[in-house]
């Protein structure tokens, strides 16, 4: 079976600092990963997905995440937060083999204070 | 091109009414998917249609739940009576293929409240 845990439900940061949002996954077979944002009424968009190329993903806005297989982690980081990150963020799982469906974590709410 | 558009955008019911939600893919998405996320916890799979024909259905809480998709195009999911636990956001997706790294694009989701 398939988890997702996401350490945090709320991260505050100040405008320009480092952002770091932890996921931790549990899959008995090589997983796929994502990370999804959901801004203010708006449905859940893809910023990243890791699929067994290259450890480091590079994402839309600035993110990125890094898979460690060793650590069953895919934290997700951005150098300096914008005002406009401020959103609820989800970590995901599925993996290979043909249809999986997607097991999402609990979120994270991020707030940017200025 | 239009994403995944979900309508009502709110709906609030009285306990044991009936309440159907729809959701429009992105036009030549064969698969759709149908998701939950009650208050504060994860955003659960519902099921899973292929063209017109459920895939997945293993994330239905009951019978009271009924999804159809007609003709392969929008689907509808009805709650029929509603309990307030049935309270939630409901999220629709879409996607083009359904292998493990396909991308689902997501509507905005339905507020679903059961009073």
């Known amino acids: 079976a398939q988890s997702v845990t996401q350490l945090g439900s709320h991260v505050s940061v100040s405008e320009g600092a480092l952002v770091l949002l932890r996921c931790n996954y549990s899959?008995?077979?090589?997983?796929?990963l994502f990370w999804y944002v959901q801004y203010p009424n708006q449905g859940l968009q893809l910023l990243l997905k890791?699929?067994?190329?290259?450890?480091l993903v590079k994402g839309i806005n600035g993110f990125e995440a890094e898979f460690k297989k060793s650590e069953t982690s895919f934290h997700l980081t951005k150098p300096s937060a914008h005002m406009s990150d401020a959103a609820e963020y989800f970590c995901a799982v599925t993996y290979s083999g043909g249809y999986q469906k997607v097991t999402f974590g609990t979120g994270t709410k991020l707030q940017v204070i200025p | 091109e239009a994403g995944v558009t979900q309508f009502p955008s709110h709906s609030v019911i009285e306990k044991g009414q009936t309440v159907t939600l729809r959701c429009d893919p992105i036009?030549?998405?064969?698969?759709l998917y149908w998701y939950r996320r009650v208050m504060g916890k994860e955003i659960k799979f519902l099921l899973h249609?292929?063209?017109?024909?459920?895939?997945?259905e293993s994330g239905m809480p009951n019978n009271r739940f009924l999804a159809e998709r007609t003709g392969g195009t929008y689907s509808t999911l009805k709650v029929q009576p509603a309990e307030l636990e049935d309270s939630g956001v409901y999220f629709c997706?879409?996607?083009?293929?359904?292998?493990?790294?396909?991308?689902?694009?997501f509507g905005p989701g339905t507020r679903l409240t059961v009073l």
């Open positions: 997706a879409s996607s083009l293929t359904s292998g493990g790294g396909n991308e689902q694009f």
């Open positions: 899959s008995s077979v090589p997983p796929y």
């Open positions: 249609f292929v063209k017109e024909s459920k895939q997945d």
């Open positions: 036009s030549g998405h064969d698969n």
């Open positions: 890791y699929t067994s190329a290259a450890t």
